[in-house]
């Protein structure tokens, strides 16, 4: 295995290790190709606003969603 092969399956083994928690997969399940906002999650989701933007983060880094300011808000 070269050394592009040994990060291809790093990063896949993160996105599925990221993927392993239900509520990041509440959150994807919650996210359409429409932005939402933050709120609007918490409120699909029943979930708590700082476990959103928590699980929101990781989901940012491990490239599963993308965030957009507007004003004051942020949308996913």
Do not use: W
């Not at 999650?41 to 708590?48: H, P, R, Y």
């Amino acid at each position: 295995m070269d050394v592009h092969s040994d990060a291809r399956v790093e990063m896949i083994a993160k996105i599925f290790k990221t993927l392993s928690d239900t509520n990041r997969l509440r959150i994807i399940k919650a996210l359409t190709m429409n932005c939402q906002s933050v709120s609007a999650i918490v409120k699909a989701t029943e979930m708590s606003q700082p476990l959103v933007s928590h699980h929101l983060s990781v989901l940012r880094k491990t490239g599963l969603a993308r965030a957009e300011r507007h004003g004051a808000y942020t949308y996913y």
